[in-house]
């Protein structure tokens, strides 16, 4: 009897995976996946946006050293873009100020850089520098240019809706309509010779940075002055015999806003 020979090949039958399983498996990859995504994008906009800040930083500090390297400085507001970094606007400003704890005039410097952020949040880097304090001789000299100022700002001012109408040569019924449209008043409700140009000119209907540039030229006259010292306190110094400063006696000055102790400190001197 002939032996027959069979070749056994093992085999074995792999099943295939199912819809749901594929479907599953290609979710869980999708929200991995995003999550990653999520992560990689969050940190490319941090860093974004810790480069940004170092640049306004930088800026901001650097017009500071340009400042404090000058030999002298008065007061000043300069403002602009950066020619390294297009995006961050910056400004300048020399301002006194009164020091209420020494009761003595400082002049100090400050330094602003800003910029947008991703989130499109306006972010600043602002820098303060004390310069140096004023002697007597400019304070005196300050406060005689903030009162010259002050009085040119004065002449600025129309009353009357009738006046302001006369100025800008329209009748009173367009000077309505230019309220209406925005332009702006002082905080007493008195009508403003650069507001009234600026709609004459425009024919009522000025762009927005029109009226923003010429709010910023108005601001001392829009906003209320903070009155400084009690009203209807006795006045320690007298008006009889006293020199006066820009014009003003000791009384009239603290009616307007300066330091009582300041004041008191000039003219007790004399």
Same mark, same amino acid.
Request: proline letters at 2%; hydrophobic letters at 35%.
């Given at each position: 009897?002939?032996?027959?020979?069979?070749?056994?090949?093992?085999?074995?039958?792999?099943?295939?995976?199912?819809?749901?399983?594929?479907?599953?498996?290609? =979710? !869980?990859?999708?929200?991995?996946?995003?999550?990653?995504?999520? =992560?990689?994008?969050? #940190?490319? /906009?941090?860093?974004?946006?810790? /480069?940004?800040?170092?640049?306004?930083?930088?800026?901001?500090?650097?017009?500071?050293?340009?400042?404090?390297?000058? &030999?002298?400085?008065?007061?000043?507001?300069?403002?602009?873009?950066?020619?390294?970094?297009?995006?961050?606007?910056?400004?300048?400003?020399?301002?006194?100020?009164?020091?209420?704890?020494?009761?003595?005039?400082?002049?100090?410097?400050? #330094?602003?850089?800003?910029?947008?952020?991703?989130?499109? &949040?306006?972010?600043?880097?602002?820098?303060?520098?004390?310069?140096?304090?004023? /002697?007597?001789?400019?304070?005196?000299?300050? !406060?005689?240019?903030?009162?010259?100022?002050?009085?040119?700002?004065?002449?600025?001012?129309?009353?009357?809706?009738?006046?302001?109408?006369?100025?800008?040569?329209?009748?009173?019924?367009?000077?309505?309509?230019?309220?209406?449209?925005?332009?702006?008043?002082?905080?007493?409700?008195?009508? $403003?010779?650069?507001?009234?140009?600026?709609?004459?000119? /425009?024919?009522?209907?000025?762009?927005?940075?029109?009226?923003?540039?010429?709010?910023? !030229?108005?601001?001392? $006259?829009?906003?209320?002055?903070?009155?400084?010292?009690?009203?209807?306190?006795?006045?320690?110094?007298?008006?009889?015999?006293?020199?006066?400063?820009?014009?003003?006696?000791?009384?009239?000055?603290?009616?307007?806003?300066?330091?009582?102790?300041?004041?008191?400190?000039?003219?007790?001197?004399?």
């Amino acid at each position: 009897m002939q032996n027959t020979k069979y070749n056994i090949r093992n085999t074995s039958h792999r099943g295939a995976f199912s819809l749901i399983e594929v479907v599953t498996a290609v =979710g !869980i990859l999708a929200l991995i996946s995003s999550s990653v995504f999520v =992560g990689v994008d969050r #940190c490319m /906009t941090s860093a974004v946006d810790s /480069t940004l800040r170092m640049k306004d930083f930088e800026e901001a500090r650097e017009n500071m050293e340009k400042l404090l390297s000058r &030999d002298s400085v008065e007061e000043m507001v300069e403002y602009g873009y950066s020619e390294r970094y297009p995006e961050i606007q910056w400004q300048t400003t020399v301002e006194s100020f009164y020091e209420p704890l020494t009761s003595r005039m400082w002049v100090q410097a400050v #330094c602003l850089a800003e910029y947008t952020d991703s989130a499109g &949040d306006a972010q600043k880097v602002e820098l303060t520098h004390w310069l140096t304090d004023l /002697t007597k001789e400019q304070v005196l000299q300050l !406060i005689e240019e903030q009162l010259r100022e002050k009085d040119h700002l004065a002449d600025q001012i129309i009353e009357s809706a009738e006046e302001a109408a006369a100025y800008a040569g329209v009748d009173v019924e367009t000077i309505e309509q230019w309220l209406e449209n925005g332009m702006l008043k002082t905080s007493d409700g008195f009508f $403003l010779k650069g507001q009234l140009d600026l709609y004459e000119r /425009t024919d009522g209907n000025p762009t927005v940075e029109d009226r923003k540039q010429q709010a910023q !030229i108005d601001a001392d $006259l829009i906003e209320p002055t903070e009155q400084q010292g009690e009203q209807g306190e006795q006045d320690q110094i007298e008006d009889d015999g006293v020199e006066k400063i820009g014009g003003r006696t000791f009384k009239e000055l603290v009616q307007e806003g300066f330091p009582r102790q300041l004041l008191e400190q000039l003219f007790g001197d004399n």
